[in-house]
């Protein structure tokens, strides 16, 4: 999918109606199928970047446009259908505590899913072999029964991105037949900090997994992430914000010390990686709040 934004103003999704915008006359250009990794230090407006490539949060100012289509200026119908196509994580995954991680991970499918087979889906989970690969591919695939609220945070945050991939995949049909294809995947992936509650050996193995599977697939990736060593070292390309403004955007090759002090200046803390975090796979102690992202 590729993705356009001319002069792009918009607030922060909890921002009151009077707050400055949390991205500001901002273009972007990302062409269908490339990764992209966006950093910069907190408050630079990352996550509302995100949310309006997403179609969940429209510019105040500006015009966005996937695939030369303006979603604002669609009807509710033809949003939702667009919308289908993209998949947002984002950084706390919307896991309901009791629910099965096979169940958890499937989710992932709905938006391709009739509303027959999505009610069927949770008393009779489809697709169950690619949920398994998806999980295997982030060393969970023991977990796939497991209830949600019995995981750590490190692997909550792994079946997140296990759903990105079940987002992205093309399984067969349910009808039974091998030769028939189900609907196409996402080709938009929108990943907000999928690394915070993760330590530096599984953030490497996940992000390599994430975007070697958008580059498998054809589909377009835009991640934010606080590890600026990891998006430079996974990423081809590198977007840097700060205060809502574009600093720069540049091949990961080009991207030097000097841009990334001048990027994090007063925040060279979250450049070493001082960010406070989630303990890696510390395990829950009760159930998590749910975050749910409605398409």
Known sequence: MKLELEAVSARHPAARGNAPPAIKDLSLRIAAGEQVAVIGPSGAGKTTLLQVLACALPPTTGQLSLDGIAPWQLRRSALQKLRARLFLAPQVPPLPPRQRVVTAVLAGRLPHMGLWASLRSLFYPSYIPAAFEALERF?????????????????????????????????????????????????????????????????????????????????????????????????????????????????????????????????????????????????????????????
Not at 207 to 212: A, F, K, Q
């Open 139 to 295: 060393d969970l695939g023991d977990k796939l029964f497991e209830r949600v609220d019995r995981l750590s945070g490190g692997e909550r945050q792994r079946v997140g991105l296990a759903r990105a991939l079940i987002a992205m995949a093309r399984p067969a049909s349910e009808a039974g037949n091998p030769n028939e294809r189900g609907p196409e995947g996402s080709t938009l992936l929108l990943i907000d900090e999928p690394l915070s509650a993760l330590d530096p050996t599984r953030s490497r193995q996940a992000i390599t997994t994430l975007v070697n599977s958008a580059r498998d697939h054809g589909a377009t990736l835009v991640a934010t992430l606080h590890q600026v060593d990891v998006a430079l070292a996974s990423f081809p390309r590198i977007v840097g914000l700060r205060d809502g403004a574009l600093a720069f955007d540049l091949p990961a090759s080009l991207v030097t010390r000097e841009l990334l002090t001048q990027l994090y200046d007063q925040f060279e803390h979250e450049l070493r990686g001082e960010v406070p975090v989630a303990a890696p796979d510390a395990v829950s102690s009760g159930p998590q709040p749910v975050a749910m992202h409605c398409r």
